[in-house]
């Protein structure tokens, strides 16, 4: 265990040190949120009144979108990881005392948070001092708050198993670039990232509710929103658990059938 502490140390300290990239990465986030934020407005003010969520609880769920992009955005590929698979120099990683899924995992963990930290607080900070409908409100309890961190630390393991499931697949193609862009596409939408699930059909968004898509980004700023509450509540954080344990055991055997199959040139 401590090897993979001093790995996610490593990995974790190194993106902390991309300070100039985090500041452009918070002012284009601001620039996005306020943006969006003004396209519902302009929907409401049109007379579209059936929005699922009241405003306030939409204004939390895209800047809470917006602090938090870099722990559930798929587009954040880990570009070490792709350079092994792609050129071979796996092989220096399988020569490691250590158990490949799960350095790649904390690795892939520590990347995506040292960006989250970095990003989230001035986003967070700016977001409270808006003034209604356009700020970031508080949940409506301490228990509320709870289960959003609850609900936050298992989305994010099911963005991270998620990821893995890409990593280990692209053992069985000859150019993954495609294969990256399809699942990019797929997810951001079926995760919430283009919008809200609660603004989707109901059989669709029912379906996704109960895929892995559902329990990434779409729970826990939901449940921040105060939109899951009761049975709702447990039962989303139930299907978080089950998608993060069904998707890191088959990612794990995804990735040991690649590795059996996988050919390193030059010997």
Request: hydrophobic share 55%.
């Given at each position: 265990m401590?090897?993979?502490l001093?790995f996610?140390?490593?990995r ?8 100039a ?11 996005w949120?306020f943006m969006?934020?003004l396209?519902?407005r ?7 009144d ?9 204004s939390a ?22 350079e ?13 005392p ?8 904390v690795?892939?963990g520590?990347?995506?948070?040292s960006?989250?930290?970095?990003r989230?607080?001035?986003?967070l900070?700016v977001?409270?001092?808006l003034?209604a409908?356009?700020?970031l409100?508080?949940p409506?309890s301490?228990l ?12 994010f ?12 697949a692209e053992?069985?193609?000859?150019s993954p670039?495609?294969l ?6 797929l997810?951001?939408?079926?995760q ?11 059989a ?5 509710e ?11 700023l ?5 939109f899951?509450?009761?049975?709702a ?12 344990l ?6 794990r055997?995804i ?13």
């Open positions: 401590k090897k993979y001093s996610f140390r490593v974790f300290l190194t993106g902390l040190q991309y300070r990239a985090a500041a452009a990465g918070i002012a284009t986030q601001f620039a949120g969006t934020l396209l519902y302009a929907f409401a003010r049109a007379g579209y059936r929005f699922p969520l009241p405003f306030e609880s939409l769920y895209i800047w809470l979108q917006q602090a938090f992009l870099a722990l559930f955005a798929v587009w954040f590929w880990d570009s070490d990881i792709l092994m698979v792609e050129s071979g120099s796996v092989a220096y990683e399988l020569c490691r250590t158990d490949l899924y799960t350095m790649w995992y690795k892939t520590a990347a995506r948070l960006r989250a930290v970095l989230c607080a001035p986003i900070l977001a409270v001092f003034p409908p356009f700020g409100t508080a409506a301490a509320q708050f709870l289960a959003f961190l609850l609900s936050l630390t298992l989305g393991g099911v963005v991270l198993a998620f990821g893995m499931l890409v990593y280990a053992f069985f193609t000859v670039a495609g990256r862009v399809l699942v990019v596409a997810v951001d939408f079926c919430g990232g283009l919008l809200p699930l609660p603004f989707l059909p109901a669709l968004r029912t379906a996704l109960w895929s892995p898509f559902g329990a990434m980004q779409n729970a826990p939901l449940v921040y929103s105060g899951l509450t009761g049975g509540l447990l039962r989303t954080l139930g299907l978080q658990l089950f998608w993060l069904a998707l890191v055991l088959l990612g055997l990735l040991a059938r690649g590795l059996r199959r996988a050919v390193v040139q030059g010997g």
